[in-house]
């Protein structure tokens, strides 16, 4: 007879509203005070993170901050300080290496652990998520929701359930038991639309979704419905990924005011793709698809794609397709976001021969050669002429007084950027790294 397989132990960490209460941490005045990340209210972001302070006042993330204000008009608006989230997330990391090398961030807030293979040194895995829960708040000072389970399903669901500071085991035996009561919008994949959908067919409850047939699910939801049918049972054979596959590079900028110049907005695109090429031979990558994201000034989003024959990471080319794209989309009215990013990435080695190799080789060589300028005597050492001169000033037209950071929290697909261009985050698969579209927060 077969040895079973041992049932694998996953730990899901979630730092509690983490940018905010770093600063609270950092700053004794803000603490037990409605703290806002993201930048002045005035400004043209969104919220990065609220304190649960912000939060009673229906304060969350992703929220404009012009809105945020409204509703929390005490509230201490602060702009974000990545590179400190950055140093404290590095902190947490280094506390999660010491139980398992398994470690799949998801964010510089939330990581999977996979602890299976570290019960022998150091016990069960409620032990392990107990003692990392501790050391982040005597060391760092900060508090973490964790879920222990069996898979990353029911450990993300677990942490989730009783934030903040919260503790929370799922037992092997006891899994129904802990997903029958909780309502079917906690299932991931589970969003308004599709919520409403099943409210229609009386399935308010996970129970009530593990009544329905499979064949019905994959009817009423196609793919969707067969993870469904799995998750409301509780499984997800998902593994821990510490080494995680890049699968775009993007970036977006936020306007200060809405644009609806294209020669400008095209000068912006410039900026965007070129920033987009240096990060791509930067990671010895090219990509085949390139993507346009415009938002208008009523936040309607529309997002356009092309696909080219070869792979490239060459600022012309990114910028040439992202023109012919942004060309074809009517501007029906001023754009307050525009953003570039590429997709189907891989290394640079890789590709098909082409007739015109000795010119494009020429062309990454040119490449290169000013990316080497550029890292050595700073980014504005070589610039392109139509980056120099009127849109300079517009570019300051359109910046508000305070600037924002990086947006890093969830729901955010790149840098909110207001004004200026700089890094998005690069996006893992399934935007949260978990292959299902992501659920309430």
Not at 87 to 107: A, C, D, K, N
Not at 315 to 326: K, Q
């Amino acid at each position: 007879m077969a040895k079973q397989a041992r049932e694998r132990r996953i730990i899901h960490v979630d730092m509690d509203a983490f940018y905010a209460s770093v600063e609270q941490r950092d700053d004794p005045s803000l603490r037990g005070k409605p703290v806002i990340v993201g930048g002045k209210p005035n400004s043209r972001g969104v919220v990065s993170t609220a304190s649960y302070e912000a939060r009673k006042a229906g304060v969350h993330s992703a929220m404009p901050l012009a809105e945020a204000w409204r509703r929390c008009p005490q509230g201490i608006f602060l702009p974000v300080n990545g590179r400190k989230y950055r140093e404290v997330s590095g902190q947490i990391r280094q506390i999660f290496l010491t139980y398992t090398p398994l470690v799949e961030p998801l964010s510089l807030d939330e990581a999977f652990l996979d602890v299976t293979a570290s019960g022998a040194i150091f016990g069960p895995a409620a032990s392990i998520g107990h003692i990392i829960k501790e050391r982040i708040q005597d060391e760092l000072g900060l508090t973490a929701s964790v879920g222990v389970a069996g898979n990353k399903f029911l450990a993300k669901l677990a942490s989730d359930l009783r934030k903040p500071d919260g503790f929370v085991v799922v037992p092997a035996e006891g899994v129904q038991d802990f997903l029958d009561p909780l309502p079917v919008e906690r299932i991931w994949g589970v969003g308004q639309k599709t919520a409403d959908r099943l409210h229609r067919l009386n399935v308010k409850t996970v129970r009530d979704l593990r009544r329905l047939e499979l064949a019905h699910l994959k009817h009423l939801f196609g793919v969707l419905g067969g993870q469904l049918y799995e998750l409301a049972r509780g499984r997800d054979e998902r593994p821990v990924e510490s080494e995680r596959e890049t699968k775009s590079i993007g970036r977006e900028t936020t306007f200060g005011a809405d644009v609806g110049e294209r020669d400008f907005l095209e000068s912006v695109l410039l900026e965007l793709a070129c920033d987009v090429g240096r990060s791509l031979r930067k990671e010895k990558l090219k990509g085949r698809t390139i993507t346009l994201k415009v938002r208008y000034a009523d936040f309607h989003t529309l997002v356009r794609s092309r696909t080219l024959a070869e792979g490239t990471n060459l600022d012309d080319v990114i910028y040439s397709e992202a023109c012919r794209l942004f060309q074809a989309i009517a501007l029906k009215q001023p754009l307050r976001l525009i953003g570039v990013s590429v997709h189907q990435l891989a290394n640079q080695e890789e590709g098909q021969l082409s007739l015109f190799a000795d010119e494009r080789e020429d062309q990454e060589h040119l490449a290169r050669v000013i990316d080497k300028v550029r890292e050595k005597y700073g980014a504005q050492s070589i610039v392109r002429a139509r980056l120099l001169g009127p849109t300079d000033k517009k570019r300051e037209a359109t910046a508000p007084a305070v600037p924002g950071g990086p947006s890093q929290g969830r729901g955010l697909s790149g840098t909110e950027v207001n004004g200026r261009v700089q890094p998005a985050v690069r996006k893992g698969p399934g935007e949260r790294g978990n292959g299902i579209p992501p659920g309430p927060e």
